[in-house]
């Protein structure tokens, strides 16, 4: 069946990064997007970005502009977000998410089980 | 950015009753109207896609409806399990936005 597995929890430091691991397996990595969710203590869903597996392009929020990169491994079917000069407001579970179909508009039908980063000194 | 406006942002109800919540959205999104439950600790689940798509393996009791700006997600007769936070979300540009959502309680 399709699943989707996350790393597990961080603690970081202010000014640090961290790069959070999604793999997927049970279908066609490089037919669906990929999409990343942002979700603070008590707060509501954020999204931060957009990957396609196949060509590995991608399309951001602008409030990630320079500090979001993700990437994507086809052989293992992993994709990666990596987020930069880490601050305290980034404190938040991180989701990656599958789109339903091979369309960038479509809906997440498929999310990994979250991991929660905490920013702290 | 488009912006989505649930309300309300919480309800109170019972088992057995009819809910209706609403989303508006800032400008048109035609219908790139989504809907998703989330339980505490939990991640979202989809119930509803492309505005009145059941996802498969949802019950029949929830329902969505609506195009252009104004879209609403129906739950025909609340069980236990249907208390939750539901959030709508819009797929139609970037960034993809979500509402704030809505907390169904007892």
């Not at chain 1, 999204?47 to 396609?52: A, K, L, N, S």
């Not at chain 1, 989701?95 to 089980?113: E, P, T």
Request: charged share 15%; net charge positive.
């Amino acid at each position: 069946q399709v699943q989707v597995v996350q790393s597990g929890a961080e603690v970081k430091k202010p000014g640090a990064s961290v790069k959070v691991t999604c793999k997927t397996s049970g279908y066609t990595f490089t037919s669906h997007y990929m999409h990343w969710v942002r979700q603070a203590p008590g707060q509501g869903l954020e999204w931060m970005g957009i990957i396609h597996p196949r060509a590995g392009s991608t399309s951001h929020a602008q409030k990630f502009q320079d500090r979001l990169t993700m990437t994507r491994d086809t052989s293992t079917s992993t994709v990666y977000m990596e987020l930069i000069s880490l601050r305290s407001e980034d404190t938040a579970v991180y989701y990656c998410a599958r789109g339903r179909g091979g369309n960038s508009l479509d809906a997440f039908d498929v999310w990994g089980q979250g991991t929660m980063v905490t920013v702290s000194s | 950015d488009i912006q989505m406006t649930q309300s309300p942002s919480s309800l109170s109800a019972s088992v057995g009753d009819r809910v209706t919540i609403t989303c508006r959205a800032s400008q048109s999104v035609s219908s790139y109207l989504n809907w998703y439950q989330q339980t505490p600790g939990k991640a979202p689940k989809l119930l509803i896609y492309d505005a009145s798509s059941l996802q498969s393996g949802v019950p029949s009791r929830f329902s969505g409806s609506g195009s252009g700006t104004d879209f609403a997600l129906t739950i025909s007769s609340l069980q236990p399990e249907d208390f939750a936070t539901y959030y709508c979300q819009q797929t139609y540009s970037t960034p993809r936005t979500f509402g704030l959502g809505t907390k169904v309680e007892i």
